[in-house]
């Protein structure tokens, strides 16, 4: 069965600390690795990786995708409070349109 | 360029009646997947739609279904509605071309059932 494992499912932090988030996967004929952001409404967007493509950067946060191990991790730098959020993992498989989807971090960031 | 659209935004109903939600994929988008998420089973996969067919179907039983629209839009139906079926149901619309491609997430509608 498909599936998709995030750890740790929640995390608190204070301002300015770094956190690194975890998802592991078994997911039949992988294809892609995307990572979001949900806040009090829909998830956001924020990475996607593939086999070519195993390293992402955006400001603060950073990916990567580790194929022999199946995995990925989410990296958070000097966290603000405005990143408190439900970080979800999801993966793509062999079935077209479909997304297979961790239970997501709830990282809670202090001021 | 705007986002995913989804209608209603919040629904309450009763036991037994039927609901059909509503949603407008990013302009050139072909693709739309629906989701259901609720706090004990997090996402689940509905099914998803392309050049108005059905390719993919999750484990949902029948009382589930939906099309899409020559345009793009889908609806979602969900018939003989249970108390289990309250869920933010979730719309993602994806610009297939080739090779690996993003899901856009819309607003979801917040489905209630008493």
């Known amino acids: 069965e498909d599936k998709v494992v995030q750890s740790p499912l929640s995390l608190v932090v204070h301002e300015g600390d770094t956190v690194t988030l975890n998802c592991s996967y078994e997911?039949?004929?992988?294809?892609?690795l995307l990572w979001y952001k949900q806040e009090k409404k829909a998830p956001t967007f924020l990475f996607m990786l593939?086999?070519?493509?195993i390293e992402k950067k955006s400001g603060r946060l950073s990916s990567i995708l580790d194929k022999k191990e199946l995995s990925s991790i989410l990296n958070i730098t000097a966290t603000q409070t405005g990143d408190s959020a439900i970080y979800l993992c999801?993966?793509?498989?062999?079935?077209?349109?479909?997304?297979?989807f961790g239970r997501g971090t709830q990282l809670t960031v202090w001021p | 360029k705007a986002g995913v659209t989804q209608t209603p935004r919040y629904l309450i109903k009763t036991r037994g009646q039927q609901v059909t939600l509503s949603c407008s994929p990013i302009?050139?988008?072909?693709?739309v997947s629906w989701y259901q998420q609720t706090p004990g089973q997090g996402l689940q996969f509905l099914f998803e739609?392309?050049?108005?067919?059905?390719?993919n179907k999750g484990n949902f039983p029948g009382r589930f279904s939906g099309r899409q629209f020559s345009n793009s839009r889908s609806e979602m139906n969900v018939s003989t509605l249970e108390l289990g079926d309250s869920a933010l149901y979730l719309c993602?619309?994806?610009?297939?071309?080739?090779?690996?491609?993003?899901?856009?997430f819309g607003p979801g509608t917040r489905l209630t059932v008493t």
């Open positions: 993602a619309s994806s610009l297939v071309l080739a090779g690996e491609y993003e899901q856009y």
């Open positions: 997911v039949t004929n992988f294809r892609s």
């Open positions: 593939t086999s070519s493509g």
């Open positions: 999801a993966v793509r498989g062999s079935t077209l349109g479909r997304l297979y």
């Open positions: 302009s050139g988008h072909r693709s």
């Open positions: 739609y392309f050049s108005e067919t059905q390719r």
